[in-house]
């Protein structure tokens, strides 16, 4: 009888802590989403992003370092302060961004801009894209509200002949956030040829190299139905009662 009880309390106990919510934490994390075709059937409506892309045209300041938002006739819409950023392949950068007030704050490289928004957001998507063959940019070492963020965001080319929109990007999803928050990380962009020489053709360009914070917000169903629960838990919750079970088992025959 000492047996059953210890067995099941063993898997109680562990099954309980599994399962416990993180009341703790700032958000959630959603998953990593591979592709635009299965980012769009999460029907997020996305109300402002901050961007970094390459090509700094050699200062013709191509907006590399912006804030922009979607419009009424669907499009998007930078607003007239953006910078010129010079991106050095290889090279990470850090960058935070900041909700509070109703107003956005990025800074990267030492420099800032600033967007007033009245919407909220209980979702943020870090996107990262490469269309250029041999191209590549990782979004890491990020932290929401000082917690950290074990995933990254990342994508590589690797097709010979590069890579469509469709099947150039990935998402890092995050929902439930808090109404003020601070995301911080690291930008990263490999590339080869001259990005700020138009005419070469083997260099990226402005958007096909870049990275995006996108705010927005997804319904509530579709979050239930994309976030299924992790394999590797109910493996182990099975195995554990499976191991209580043998145990009872013993202890009846005993």
């Known amino acids: 009888m000492n047996n059953y009880k210890s067995f099941f309390a063993v898997a109680a106990t562990t099954i309980g802590f599994l399962a416990a919510p993180t009341a703790a ?16 059937e999460l029907d997020a409506t996305i109300g402002v992003a901050a961007e970094g892309r390459i090509g700094d045209l050699s200062g013709a300041a191509e907006h590399e370092f912006n804030i922009h938002y979607d419009n009424e006739n669907g499009g998007q819409t930078v607003p007239t302060q953006y910078r010129s950023f010079d991106w050095v392949s290889g090279e990470g950068v850090d960058f935070s961004l900041t909700f509070a007030n109703n107003l956005l704050t990025y800074i990267i490289g030492g420099q800032t801009l600033e967007y007033s928004i009245a919407d909220s957001f209980k979702d943020l998507f870090i996107r990262t894209t490469a269309r250029k063959t041999d191209n590549s ?31 150039s990007s990935q998402y890092l999803w995050l929902t439930d956030l808090d109404e003020t928050f601070t995301l911080t990380g690291t930008t990263t962009m490999f590339w080869t040829g001259d990005a700020k020489n138009l005419s070469d053709k083997t260099a990226p360009h402005r958007s096909q190299l870049a990275f995006q914070l996108k705010l927005g917000n997804v319904p509530i169903e579709d979050e239930l139905a994309k976030v299924p629960e992790p394999v590797s838990m109910s493996l ?14 013993r202890s009846q025959k005993g």
Do not use: H, P, Q
């Not at 934490?25 to 635009?36: H, K, Q, R, S, V």
């Not at 182990?236 to 088992?249: D, P, T």
């Open 25 to 40: 934490n700032a958000f959630t994390f959603g998953g990593i989403i591979d592709g635009e075709a299965a980012f769009d």
């Open 137 to 167: 940019v990782v979004v890491d070492n990020l932290f929401l509200n000082g917690m950290a963020i074990a995933e990254n965001s990342s994508f590589a080319c690797t097709d010979a002949s590069g890579c469509d929109y469709w099947n």
């Open 236 to 249: 182990l919750s099975v195995g554990l009662v499976g191991l209580a079970m043998k145990g009872l088992r």
